[in-house]
């Protein structure tokens, strides 16, 4: 059973910056980041294979970078240029097949962007 413990999140003010950490217990194959604000759908925010190809997506980009360790069995979320948009919960989710279908989900943690 992989287990997934974020950590890192917090509050800032517009245009801080911020590092999530996703551990895990064991290796997997695709990671990713997802959040939720209050009210509305989760939607994703980036993704690494384990060949460290990346996605991000379009209202990240540029601000956010994506990465992992794979000794450390650790993904990142570098988020810098935070915006008051960018307050959620956010998530980390892997896949522990080769098909990228992620089937483990963390407990998330709180980023709020104050203006």
């Known amino acids: 059973q992989v287990q997934l413990v974020e950590s890192g999140g917090g509050s800032v003010q517009s245009g801080g910056s911020l590092r999530l950490s996703c551990a895990s217990s064991?290796?997997?194959?695709?990671m990713g980041w997802f959040r939720q604000a209050p009210g509305k759908e989760r939607e994703g925010v980036g993704s690494i294979t384990r060949v460290g190809r990346t996605t991000l997506a379009d209202s990240v980009k540029g601000r956010f970078t994506i990465s992992r360790d794979i000794a450390k069995n650790t993904l990142y979320l570098q988020m810098n240029s935070l915006k008051p948009e960018d307050t959620a919960m956010y998530y980390c989710?892997?896949?522990?097949?080769?098909?990228?279908?992620?089937?483990?989900w963390g407990q998330g943690t709180q980023v709020t962007v104050s203006s």
């Open positions: 064991r290796y997997t194959y695709c």
């Open positions: 989710a892997a896949s522990t097949t080769l098909k990228c279908e992620y089937n483990v």
